[in-house]
């Protein structure tokens, strides 16, 4: 099997323990995170082989992050050390009907100061055949955007498959000048498969899906897609129902040009952390569609595998193939 490369920043995660609000005690959990971090984790637990390409400070903090993911089974040879400081963010986890809230860190971090032109992307392509990053990425500011673009159009041209999550991050798009909707629209251009649902669509296509069903509209904005985007082929998508912090339904839409399927809502209780979930969703349909899993079945185990990573705190998904396929068996019972 050949290489995904993730491409997108590493960061260290500080939220406060169990339930507490951002520092009213004084202590803070430590964890290493990053959405496409996460997904290359995921993907190397599922057995693929997963080369990060990144910037970290050449200090504790990113050698501990860098070591972090190699211990997880990810070729750390694309990241390489550059001026700048750990990006950082601060998670204040959800509690009853109190979201979580989430704040970030990341001015004149090494992975935003770095320059756009220090990856070779013809070799760090060599011997992949998937490229994945997020919309995460190109928020950060103007040189990570420029990276993303040049990252997609390098793997476009060496045949590689392109995945992108659009995870638009306003607070992170509002503090530099640009037209974040176009800086996605151009790596969407670039990209085979999307990870977004209508409001995602909505944004980079610049209209809305008004259509009162949530099924409809993920199918109007699918079409959108596809006509604005002639390079796709795919779009999928979660859909999220917040009952309270420890609650959710978890329903899963996948679109082909040609057909479309639907997992229905898994209700998820006892919630642990949703960081990351997300990520496990997009780590699970990538796998699946590298194994060459029907769409219905990619769509399941993706479902599945981002409803059990809400049992598991930190940004990793750390379950293996067999949890997952242990769920969709219906498996809940002690494991001996």
Request: hydrophobic share 45%.
């Amino acid at each position: 099997m050949k290489t995904v490369v993730c491409f997108g920043e590493v960061l260290l995660r500080l939220s406060p323990p169990g339930a507490e609000m951002l520092l009213q005690s004084p202590r803070l959990e430590a964890r290493i995170g990053g959405a496409e971090a996460n997904v290359g984790v995921s993907l190397a637990r599922f057995g693929h082989p997963v080369r990060m390409v990144s910037f970290l400070p050449d200090n504790r903090l990113g050698r501990a992050a860098l070591g972090e993911l190699r211990r997880h089974g990810l070729d750390v040879g694309g990241v390489r050390t550059a001026p700048g400081r750990m990006g950082l963010y601060f998670l204040t986890p959800a509690a009853g009907q109190r979201p979580a809230e989430v704040l970030y860190d990341r001015a004149d971090s090494s992975f935003a100061l770095a320059d756009p032109a220090a990856v070779d992307w013809n070799a760090e392509l060599e011997g992949a055949d998937w490229l994945h990053l997020s919309g995460v990425t190109p928020a950060i500011g103007p040189n990570a955007a420029e990276a993303a673009l040049t990252a997609v159009r390098a793997a476009r041209v060496k045949g590689l498959t392109v995945s992108f999550d659009g995870n638009y991050r306003k607070s992170l798009w509002d503090q530099w000048p640009t037209d974040g909707a176009a800086v996605l629209a151009d790596i969407v251009a670039a990209a085979d498969i999307l990870i977004g649902d209508d409001r995602d669509v909505a944004l980079i296509l610049g209209h809305d899906f008004p259509h009162t069903d949530p099924m409809e509209r993920r199918l109007a904005a699918a079409e959108a897609a596809f006509t604005g985007f002639p390079q796709l082929s795919r779009v999928a998508s979660t859909h999220r129902t917040v009952h309270d912090a420890t609650r959710h339904g978890l329903a899963g839409f996948l679109a082909e040009r040609d057909g479309h399927w639907t997992a229905p809502p898994r209700e998820i209780g006892g919630i642990v952390d949703r960081i990351g979930g997300g990520d496990a969703f997009a780590a699970g349909l990538i796998h699946g569609l590298r194994t060459q899993m029907a769409p219905q079945a990619a769509l399941d185990f993706a479902l599945a595998a981002a409803a059990l990573k809400h049992s598991i705190p930190g940004d990793f998904n750390l379950v293996d193939l067999a949890d997952v396929e242990a769920l969709m068996a219906g498996g809940g019972d002690v494991r001996r």
